[in-house]
């Protein structure tokens, strides 16, 4: 594709990396920019599309960073067992990676567009789902918190798991979660969510790096740098504008990207 060769290619690569690192801040879903421009970018050989997959997680890792440096205050005051999410992360994020490298990637093609959707419709409604747990809880003020945190810490091993392996949409499908357990704001949800997601994409950075580094997987080292330093720019651009923006419209606007990446890869495939 002459359209991204050369100078050209980096220049795109640089602006697309920058607003993917700006929708990672607020929703997620900057993958679903980076992996497509990446695989045309990238030499045309039979493991191209690991090659833009591994390239783009370990590009993206700083920028996931920076957001959640930004975020630091909005995760004050959390309840302690917020902390047992990590453990999932990690090892959600060893498994999905050990799969990227296994597995070939057109497995999870066909469930990305169903999960993000999902997760879409899920965030849309969930204030209302909020109040309904809300009730419950004040019914039930004991059980219901630690069957919630355990099916929590469950759902989180699986997207994490996702994350590892490719990612697009992962915060999307956090932030249901984290909203269903009622943690706060959309603010203080997008806090939490940025560091789990930090998390995952922290690990799977390294697990990828490390193979590549041995020779088993692959990356492109100047387009991670590129994107490390552009998408850490468009992180922390996002990260003030969304919290400077009302509830509401950042709740609308991270709705409007999770459909709008069910509808691209349905249309994809």
């Not at 607003?19 to 993958?31: D, F, H, K, R, Y």
């Not at 992360?89 to 498994?95: K, Q, R, S």
């Not at 100047?222 to 850490?232: D, E, K, N, Y």
Request: charged share 10%; proline share 5%.
């Amino acid at each position: 594709m002459f359209l991204t060769e050369g100078l050209l290619g980096y220049v795109l690569l640089a602006a697309v990396t920058f607003l993917a690192g700006a929708i990672n801040s607020v929703a997620g879903g900057g993958t679903i920019l980076t992996f497509p421009l990446l695989t045309a970018i990238l030499p045309d050989t039979p493991s191209r599309m690991v090659l833009a997959n591994v390239t783009s997680t370990l590009g993206l890792f700083p920028s996931a960073a920076v957001s959640t440096w930004a975020y630091r205050r909005e995760r004050e005051n959390l309840p302690n067992w917020a902390r047992w999410l990590f453990v999932p992360c990690l090892a959600g994020a060893i498994g999905g990676a050990g799969l990227l490298i296994v597995l070939p990637p057109e497995w999870f093609e066909r469930l990305v567009p169903w999960l993000i959707l999902s997760a879409a419709v899920l965030f849309a409604v969930q204030p209302q789902l909020s109040k309904l747990a809300i009730r419950g809880a004040a019914e039930r003020p004991e059980q219901p918190q630690v069957a919630s945190v355990r099916t929590a810490m469950i759902a989180q091993f699986f997207v994490s798991l996702y994350g590892g392996y490719f990612g697009a949409g992962m915060g999307i499908v956090m932030l249901a979660m984290l909203g269903a357990l009622g943690l706060g704001d959309i603010h203080k949800l997008n806090g939490v969510k940025n560091l789990l997601a930090m998390l995952v994409n922290g690990m799977a950075a390294v697990m990828l790096a490390t193979l590549a580094l041995i020779g088993i997987s692959e990356a492109s080292w100047v387009h991670v740098a590129l994107m490390a330093i552009t998408g850490s720019c468009g992180s922390l651009s996002g990260s003030l504008l969304a919290r400077r923006m009302p509830a509401k419209a950042v709740r609308r606007i991270v709705a409007a990207i999770g459909f709008g990446l069910a509808a691209y890869y349905m249309l994809k495939g």
